[in-house]
């Protein structure tokens, strides 16, 4: 007993190193969930990384849309020696159709001095020669090229970047939340804890007393003593787990330029209703509303997009050209024969005979789009089922935490009744300790009780891709 009391003693006389207080001051209001969700969705780097990439994707797309973009040359010629001295020179921009694999153009041409017979085509009017033409596909390329395609798929790219930041953010909030709520819980288990001790602390004063009065044994001072390090020892580790739980959170919860926040204890929420978790209120569609769905089917669209290309090139090319030109100025060397008004049509045909290429592309892109859509199915199989499970574990958790409420209810009153009894003397101290012990168990179990609530909301909010739920519809 003696050895016991030493101990007791030496422990007690141990310096122990100060905390921050869980009390609340007025100048530091409890951290929200939607401060943390607010935080998270403007400087998260994951979504500042994914929202790079939908930059990049529309970057890609610009370059797709260069195919259309007009073009404009310049070609001149003039002969340095020899016979004939004869300097031309043409202009011509050209703009490719959108709605069809042809183009049209326009150009002027000039010529000066003389040219040999088979450069007649050379020489113009002394003002020159204005040209517009146009080349039009009736067949291949008519209703799908390559130019077109490639401008559809980097349409696609970007609507995937924008589904895979999407996801991104969700997977983001969705871990903020049950960083904020393994803080709160942390810090709440601490506030248990703090108070056990305090109990624990308050009675060794009265124990002192009655044992120098004789009124109590020794041993009781000890056992006493020997709880109080038990439960300063649960306060430790209380400390430390709300501390992790607080440099764990600072990942999502970040300052203005973007920097960590470690969250003190004065910022910890007053009760257990920082737990409600976030509500899911939008449950109707939610398989649309999911990003990975939409990427996949925006790559079918893709798929189709790369089949009819594959099939356009199946396909013979038959291209009907005009065009219309006409000198004006002054007859030149050439001769009044340039001088009325030309106008010229044509056309080009070909037709692949065995064209491999093409229909190993249309095989390829055939089996591609089955494969996505089997996928797809899948997808939304799972995605139904998830949805079922997770509302399924809401409920269980709820239930569960009714029933550890009911548990903490009788086990304060419990310990309450028997520190009633015990300051009487009609109870031991062995009882009271495991009564107080047993209440705050209970404590401890219903705060564990409300996270996992909290952990299934927000779980839920995710699989149904809730944006309000998740701070993600500002």
Do not use: C
């Not at 422990?11 to 969700?37: G, H, I, M």
């Not at 970057?59 to 404009?72: I, Q």
């Not at 009882?431 to 996992?452: G, K, M």
């Amino acid at each position: 007993m003696i050895r016991a009391l030493l101990l007791a003693s030496a422990l007690l006389a141990t310096p122990v190193v100060a905390t921050p207080t869980l009390a609340q001051t007025p100048s530091a209001a409890p951290l929200t969930l939607d401060e943390v969700l607010r935080s998270s969705a403007r400087a998260a780097p994951q979504i500042v990384e994914a929202l790079a990439k939908v930059r990049s994707a529309e970057g890609r797309a610009l370059s797709a849309d260069g195919a259309f973009d007009t073009v404009f040359d310049v070609d001149a010629r003039s002969r340095a020696l020899g016979y004939y001295d004869g300097t031309v020179a043409s202009g011509r921009a050209t703009r490719p159709l959108t709605g069809n694999g042809g183009y049209v153009y326009g150009g002027y041409r000039v010529s000066r001095g003389g040219f040999p017979v088979y450069e007649d085509e050379n020489y113009t009017n002394r003002l020159g020669e204005v040209k517009v033409g146009a080349l039009y596909s009736l067949l291949r390329d008519r209703l799908v090229d390559e130019r077109r395609t490639r401008r559809t798929l980097a349409s696609g790219d970007i609507d995937i970047a924008r589904f895979e930041r999407e996801a991104v953010a969700i997977g983001v909030q969705r871990r903020a939340i049950d960083a904020y709520q393994t803080w709160v819980a942390a810090g709440l288990r601490l506030r248990a804890y703090r108070d056990l001790l305090d109990l624990s602390e308050s009675r060794r004063g009265g124990l002192s007393r009655q044992v120098q009065l004789g009124a109590r044994p020794d041993i009781l001072l000890a056992e006493n003593d020997q709880n109080l390090v038990r439960r300063r020892a649960l306060v430790v580790r209380a400390e430390g787990d709300f501390a992790a739980a607080a440099n764990a959170m600072s990942l999502y919860f970040r300052d203005d330029a973007g920097e960590p926040l470690i969250v003190g204890a004065e910022r910890l929420p007053r009760d257990a209703g920082a737990l409600s978790g976030v509500m899911v209120a939008n449950v109707a569609d939610y398989a649309q509303r999911r990003p990975d769905l939409q990427v996949l089917l925006a790559r079918i669209d893709q798929g189709s997009a790369r089949l009819a290309l594959a099939q356009n090139d199946l396909r013979p090319r038959f291209d009907l050209r005009g065009e219309l030109g006409k000198d004006v100025g002054p007859v030149g060397l050439g001769g009044p024969s340039r001088t009325p008004l030309e106008g010229a049509i044509g056309f080009r045909f070909s037709m692949p005979l065995q064209n491999r290429a093409a229909k190993g592309r249309m095989a390829e892109a055939q089996a591609e789009m089955e494969a996505l859509s089997a996928r797809s199915r899948f997808l939304r199989d799972q995605i139904a089922i998830e949805v079922e499970g997770i509302s399924i574990n809401v409920g269980a958790a709820e239930r569960l935490a009714e029933i550890a409420e009911q548990e903490r209810q009788l086990a304060e009153r419990l310990a309450a009744a028997e520190r009633r009894r015990f300051e009487l003397g009609s109870s031991d101290f062995f009882l009271v300790n495991q009564r107080e012990e047993t209440a705050n168990d209970a404590r401890v179990r219903l705060i564990d009780a409300q996270t996992r609530i909290a952990a299934a909301r927000a779980e839920l909010a995710a699989a149904t891709a809730d944006r309000a739920a998740l701070g993600l519809d500002r």
